[in-house]
């Protein structure tokens, strides 16, 4: 079965309701793309929840080793890991109430996709947030 991301709609409206953003795979390396991309969402208005099991903070935001360990709501899990850690975040992603697993560009897993869906999360693969936020709100969330 071949794989579709959503709608550019609904890529758009994915973006407009999230708020939190877990980043597994967050740098604290600002040459680092993880870094760069976090940082430019969280100057969109997002909140970046870093979560790297080497850091304690990122961006001023308190890092977490894992999504397990992440004590807020995450509306949208971006992934910075190469795609044979994927299916293992996707099983996170589900057990930490996450609406969406977006897997960044060049980065995909079947595996995951299908792990993630199964949970009831909206997958989006292969795809830069950055980019995607760039285009589809160039103006901000609202």
Not at 85 to 108: M, N, R, S, Y
Request: net charge negative.
């Amino acid at each position: 079965m071949a794989f579709d991301n959503p709608s550019r709609e609904q890529i758009k409206q994915i973006l407009q309701e999230a708020n939190h953003i877990a980043v597994v795979g967050l740098s604290d390396d600002p040459s680092k793309t993880s870094h760069m991309v976090s940082e430019a969402m969280q100057r969109k208005g997002y909140r970046i929840i870093p979560v790297n099991p080497n850091a304690t903070t990122i961006l001023g935001e308190k890092c977490y080793p894992t999504l397990a360990d992440v004590p807020d709501p995450i509306d949208i899990v971006n992934v910075f890991r190469r795609p044979e850690h994927t299916p293992q975040v996707a099983k996170d992603a589900v057990a930490a109430g996450a609406k969406v697993l977006w897997l960044q560009l060049g980065i995909v897993s079947d595996e995951a996709a299908a792990i993630a869906e199964e949970g009831g999360l909206t997958v989006i693969m292969d795809r830069c947030i950055k980019v995607e936020d760039s285009i589809l709100l160039p103006d901000g969330k609202q």
